[in-house]
């Protein structure tokens, strides 16, 4: 006899209110999150697969003022940069997004990777050596899952040069930045992604090529 769980239709169609109601947050409440609250979803995201079972993910809390002010700056720089690159007529669409919660969420996680580590004995890496990179991002949306369905909104940032934050976190040497994500409970629930309330861009239904 099987302990596999059986998951029946009921729990299926929570699930997939759950994929649906995901969302990339950016607007935090600033009520601080239970740490015990973030080891468990640190937990859960290190169930995801990962290439040969090398778990090379890396979660780095960003826990001083200090180097969350520098991560700021950081991001208002590489923020700034994107804006004098945008064509003049989406320049001022760009300005007025809302693209990171740095200022109000109370978790900050930085996810990088060990590219090439121990654990794993390097199987698959050898033909697809960035499979290590995709192991750290599939952590990543398994955190981002946990975390929604514990109440909280999670939002990631990619407007900052990796090798800055590997800087300001100062972590080993070979270590890059996968995701810096925004933790923290959401000022408010949507099943619409912010890009699309905002104009900036809207879903499109699933499409498959066939061969
Ligand atoms: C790899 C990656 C990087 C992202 N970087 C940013 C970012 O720097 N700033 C931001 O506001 N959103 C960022 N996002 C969130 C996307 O904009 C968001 O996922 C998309 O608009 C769909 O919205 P949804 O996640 O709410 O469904 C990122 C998402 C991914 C997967």
Redesign the pocket.
């Known amino acids: 006899m099987s302990d596999a769980p059986a998951f029946d239709a009921g729990f299926r169609e929570r699930l997939a209110e759950l994929f649906a109601w995901?969302?990339?947050?950016?607007r935090f409440r600033t009520d601080p999150v239970d740490p015990a609250l973030v080891d468990t979803l640190i937990e859960t995201a290190s169930l995801a697969p990962s290439v040969g079972l090398s778990q090379p993910w890396r979660f780095v809390t960003v826990d001083t003022p200090a180097r969350r002010a520098a991560i700021r700056a950081a991001f208002a720089d590489s923020n700034a940069a994107a804006l004098a690159a945008q064509p003049d007529a989406r320049a001022a669409a760009y300005a007025a997004?809302?693209?990171?919660?740095l200022d109000a969420a109370p978790v900050h996680i930085a996810v990088l990777v060990e590219p090439d580590p121990a654990q794993g004995h390097g199987l698959g890496r050898t033909t697809m050596p960035e499979t290590v990179g995709y192991s750290a991002?599939l952590a990543?949306?398994t955190l981002?899952l946990a975390a929604r369905a514990a109440g909280l909104g999670l939002?990631?940032?990619?407007?900052?040069e990796p090798e800055r934050v590997c800087a300001i976190l100062d972590v080993p040497a070979d270590w890059r930045l996968v995701?810096?994500l925004c933790l923290g409970w959401p000022a408010a629930e949507?099943v619409?992604?912010?890009?699309?309330t905002a104009g900036?861009?809207h879903?499109r239904p699933a499409s498959v090529v066939r061969r």
């Open positions: 995901r969302r990339d947050v950016r997004l809302k693209l990171a919660g991002v990543i949306h981002w939002g990631w940032v990619s407007i900052l995701g810096y949507t619409t992604p912010e890009l699309e900036w861009e879903r």
